[in-house]
């Protein structure tokens, strides 16, 4: 297969109207840590972004940074680190998932595929920082939207559209984002022995409480060890001893619990966020669960009695990770009839690709959602260039 690299904006714009003109599919890739996301794409060439790198625009003052699409993430976090700052959304490399170098892992790579960590329960997602995208159509024309503001209301919203897009409507070529200060330190309460429901109903209480939790996951019992339960605190030290013995006074009723600090805290959460304790081997596939709190430990318990799933949640319970052999529809069918009383959705993360080829990777979707998909295909990438069928077949 060809691989194009092109180093600027002007040099996509030429290998995509190229592309067009042979009516030659192109696979996107920024740092190719994530190709297996999504269903795969028969694809002639790749187009890599691994040169379109550098940050463009850093202004610590306004709390904003932009940089090309196949800037190493590593690269952007470090320059906010050198002022105090972050993004919100604790965005993970999922290199556990994917391999691959995880220094590698782009920023462009993290807004297609609207990537957010455990914070994204207190913070939003990705694209909830995401104020400004250019990239290049399938027509290889570039379009600018957003800018270097938070409120920005001339035409359409296709920051937000662009963001979670895997590719199929343009490829990126710069992100702007929002940032903000980075906390002096965190603290994590983590209890230990609650069953599934136990949990969220702790989870729930210590993220409607007033002393503002950043991160709150259940990773349930498994080889001997216990169940854990982690509710995340962030901000001064001077708050820490106060806001850590006010939440656990708050979250009694569940029993006593421990408090991890500074690094310990971040690097227990760092492992959350890229699935560490879900501990998949490669011939499992994962998926990723959404649904409302109160209704996860149900669902979670119905999948693993058909499945035998390996599972744990994140974002309060509105998320669960699981871990299923990767055979036959790789768990999908009961992963969804557990979902079709409680509400949610499914998408496989991870699975060979002869089984992504197969499943609907992705939620299927109403007839009125799909044919407003199409259209948008239609207009923004008419003859199906830029990663034909990632997300479903025939868009």
């Known amino acids: 297969m060809a691989q194009y690299t092109p ?19 192109l696979e996107i890739a920024g740092g190719g840590g994530k190709l297996a996301l999504g ?18 625009l850093y202004e610590p003052s306004e709390l904003v940074i932009a940089a090309r699409a196949g800037t190493p ?3 952007i976090e470090a320059r906010l680190k050198q002022q105090g700052q972050r993004l919100p959304f604790d965005p993970p490399r999922l290199h556990r998932l994917y391999g691959g170098d995880p220094d590698k892992a782009s920023i462009g790579a993290v807004v297609a595929c609207n990537l957010s960590g455990p914070r994204r329960v207190h913070a939003g997602a990705a694209r909830d920082s995401l104020i400004g995208v250019r990239f290049v159509n399938g027509a290889g024309e570039t379009v600018k939207s957003g800018g270097r503001v938070m409120k920005n209301v001339t035409g359409l919203d296709l920051v937000k559209l662009m963001s979670g897009a895997f590719g199929t409507l343009g490829v990126l070529t710069e992100v702007t984002f929002k940032a903000l200060p980075a906390p002096e330190t965190e603290a994590t309460l983590v209890f230990e022995g609650l ?73 227990r959460w760092a492992a959350i966020g890229e699935l560490e304790p879900l501990a998949a081997h490669d011939d499992e596939a994962v998926w990723k669960i959404s649904t409302t709190p109160d209704k996860a430990p149900e669902v979670a318990a119905a999948i693993r009695d058909a499945t035998g799933a390996r599972l744990y949640y994140d974002w309060g319970g509105g998320l669960i990770w699981g871990a299923v052999p990767a055979e036959g529809d790789a768990g999908g069918s009961a992963i969804r009839a557990a979902l079709s009383d409680a509400g949610g959705h499914a998408t496989c993360m991870r699975a060979p690709g002869e089984i992504r080829a197969a499943i609907a990777v992705f939620e299927p979707r109403p007839e009125p959602v799909m044919a407003l998909t199409r259209k948008l295909k239609e207009t923004f990438d008419p003859d199906r260039v830029l990663n034909p069928g990632r997300m479903y077949a025939g868009v």
């Open 39 to 56: 269903r795969p794409v028969q694809a002639a060439a790749t187009l890599s972004l691994g040169k379109l790198a550098g940050i463009t």
């Open 73 to 75: 993430l590593a690269e």
């Open 7 to 25: 180093d600027s904006e002007a040099a996509v714009e030429e290998i995509v109207r190229a592309a067009r003109a042979r009516s030659e599919p």
């Open 195 to 267: 069953e599934d429901h136990q949990a969220v109903a702790c989870l729930s209480a210590g993220l409607g409480s007033p002393w503002e939790v950043t991160g709150a996951a259940h990773l349930p019992a498994v080889a001997g060890a216990p169940a854990r339960t982690l509710l995340r605190l962030e901000g001064f030290e001077t708050q820490m001893a106060y806001r850590g013995k006010a939440l656990g006074d708050a979250l009694a009723g569940f029993g006593g619990c421990e408090i991890l600090r500074g690094a310990d805290s971040a690097a």
